[in-house]
């Protein structure tokens, strides 16, 4: 649990994504860092006391440090809100069932939307969420703060409570800060992350707004604890964290989920790295380039490799659906570091079994090392 605490102390946050196609997006961050580790620390961590972790928006919806719900509050007020416009329209549409739902979850909680009965017509013509009326006011609730998510059942639903019932004692007595404070330690915890980023990259970090993101860099700038630098090659200003260290040498081997940190900001990925990446999951299969769950291959530090991994539990087997070598790269080195690191993500899915199809230029080799 210390090594986990200290990851999510670095990170603050774990993306999660309904997509189950190797291991939900959330665990994933902590095997690239950690290795194999026990997936029901995480567990322990995010949903029993004392909690480590809570659910909220983050960079997007994600498990973050407890310790940055009240830098976070401020997101819940009028002005501050980035709701979607439909559930904001049906919490407005309907005070009535917002305040029957509040209360059912305070005299029933902790419950799913499904657990909550409310007769209605339902509108099914959207083939994407097409969310009961209960379930998009319990959204409105949470992005609001009246109430928490206290766990994902086993069919990751949301199951919801009262914040008091959910959050330690010591986090939900901190006072609320105002929004510029809030801002200024979400840009601390994004630098801590990052170690070097530009504006936009710690903005993106907790989605924070430009204004309050510049106002807060040059206050951690005028503190001592950002260091105005420039990068080489990139006009744009950025910012080193005062305790960033250059190790001498860096032996990273690591398989990094779509929705990792480290990979948020896409320009930054491909000016630091030289790494184009794109998450396909929503293009048409005929116009992917890499596959649909494509997982980027670090080693030491840079992206060597990238493959399109799934999982197939019934078979007991981790398929690698393609394989792709990184210009300059050498193949045989390459697939020989990377058979070894699926041998451990098998391993920890609890998959006896390794098979690599023939789509694209790293498969042969990497077949072969997954042989040998």
Same mark, same amino acid.
């Given at each position: 649990?210390?090594?986990?605490?200290?990851? /999510?102390?670095?990170?603050?946050q774990?993306?999660?994504?309904?997509i189950?196609v190797?291991?939900?997006?959330?665990?994933l961050p902590?095997?690239?860092?950690?290795?194999p580790?026990?997936?029901?620390?995480?567990?322990?961590?995010?949903?029993?006391?004392?909690?480590?972790l809570?659910e909220?928006?983050?960079?997007?919806?994600?498990l973050?440090?407890?310790?940055?719900?009240?830098? &976070?509050r401020?997101?819940?007020?009028?002005?501050?809100?980035?709701?979607?416009?439909?559930?904001?329209?049906?919490a407005?549409?309907?005070?009535?069932?917002?305040a029957?739902?509040?209360?059912?979850?305070a005299?029933?909680? $902790?419950?799913?939307?499904?657990?909550?009965?409310?007769?209605?017509?339902?509108?099914?013509?959207?083939?994407?969420?097409?969310?009961s009326?209960?379930k998009?006011?319990?959204?409105?609730?949470?992005?609001?703060?009246d %109430?928490t998510?206290?766990?994902?059942?086993?069919?990751f639903?949301?199951?919801?409570? #009262?914040?008091? @019932?959910?959050?330690?004692?010591?986090?939900?007595?901190?006072?609320?800060p105002?929004?510029?404070? =809030?801002?200024?330690? &979400?840009?601390?915890?994004?630098?801590?992350? #990052?170690? /070097?980023?530009?504006e $936009?990259? &710690?903005?993106?970090?907790?989605?924070t707004?430009?204004?309050?993101?510049?106002?807060?860099?040059?206050?951690?700038?005028?503190?001592?604890?950002? +260091?105005?630098?420039r990068?080489?090659?990139?006009?744009?200003?950025h910012?080193?964290?005062?305790e960033?260290?250059?190790?001498r040498?860096?032996?990273?081997?690591?398989? +990094? =989920?779509?929705?990792? =940190?480290? /990979?948020?900001?896409?320009?930054?990925?491909?000016?630091f790295?030289?790494?184009?990446?794109?998450?396909?999951?929503?293009? $048409?299969?005929p116009?992917?380039?890499?596959?649909?769950? %494509?997982?980027?291959?670090? +080693?030491?530090?840079?992206?060597?490799a990238?493959?399109? #991994?799934?999982?197939?539990?019934?078979?007991?087997r +981790?398929r690698?659906n393609?394989a792709?070598?990184? $210009?300059?790269?050498d193949?045989?080195?390459v697939?020989?570091?990377?058979?070894?690191?699926? @041998?451990?993500?098998a391993?920890?899915l609890d998959?006896?079994?390794?098979?690599?199809a023939?789509?694209?230029?790293?498969?042969?080799?990497?077949?072969?090392?997954?042989?040998?």
């Amino acid at each position: 649990m210390r090594d986990l605490q200290s990851v /999510i102390s670095r990170l603050g946050q774990f993306q999660i994504d309904s997509i189950n196609v190797v291991r939900r997006a959330h665990y994933l961050p902590l095997f690239s860092r950690l290795g194999p580790y026990d997936t029901a620390l995480l567990d322990r961590a995010a949903h029993r006391s004392p909690r480590r972790l809570y659910e909220y928006w983050g960079h997007a919806a994600s498990l973050i440090d407890v310790r940055l719900q009240p830098q &976070l509050r401020f997101r819940m007020r009028d002005g501050f809100r980035d709701v979607w416009g439909g559930v904001e329209r049906a919490a407005r549409e309907n005070p009535g069932l917002v305040a029957w739902v509040r209360d059912h979850v305070a005299e029933h909680g $902790p419950l799913t939307a499904r657990e909550i009965e409310y007769d209605e017509e339902r509108d099914r013509t959207n083939w994407g969420w097409n969310w009961s009326i209960v379930k998009t006011v319990l959204e409105w609730l949470f992005y609001c703060g009246d %109430v928490t998510s206290a766990r994902r059942n086993s069919q990751f639903e949301r199951v919801y409570d #009262l914040p008091e @019932r959910v959050f330690p004692a010591a986090v939900l007595a901190v006072p609320d800060p105002t929004p510029e404070d =809030s801002a200024r330690e &979400l840009t601390r915890r994004a630098a801590q992350a #990052l170690g /070097i980023a530009s504006e $936009p990259c &710690l903005r993106d970090y907790f989605r924070t707004k430009s204004v309050l993101t510049t106002r807060a860099i040059e206050e951690l700038v005028e503190a001592g604890e950002l +260091l105005p630098v420039r990068v080489e090659g990139w006009d744009k200003p950025h910012y080193l964290w005062h305790e960033a260290r250059m190790p001498r040498r860096i032996e990273a081997r690591a398989l +990094l =989920s779509p929705f990792d =940190s480290m /990979i948020f900001e896409r320009a930054r990925l491909e000016r630091f790295f030289d790494f184009v990446y794109r998450i396909e999951i929503y293009v $048409p299969e005929p116009k992917r380039v890499y596959g649909y769950y %494509v997982y980027p291959f670090l +080693l030491g530090d840079r992206f060597v490799a990238r493959v399109d #991994l799934k999982a197939d539990r019934a078979a007991g087997r +981790l398929r690698v659906n393609s394989a792709w070598l990184e $210009p300059d790269q050498d193949a045989g080195e390459v697939a020989a570091e990377l058979a070894a690191e699926l @041998r451990t993500l098998a391993d920890w899915l609890d998959l006896p079994e390794i098979s690599v199809a023939k789509k694209g230029d790293l498969a042969p080799a990497l077949t072969r090392s997954v042989a040998a």
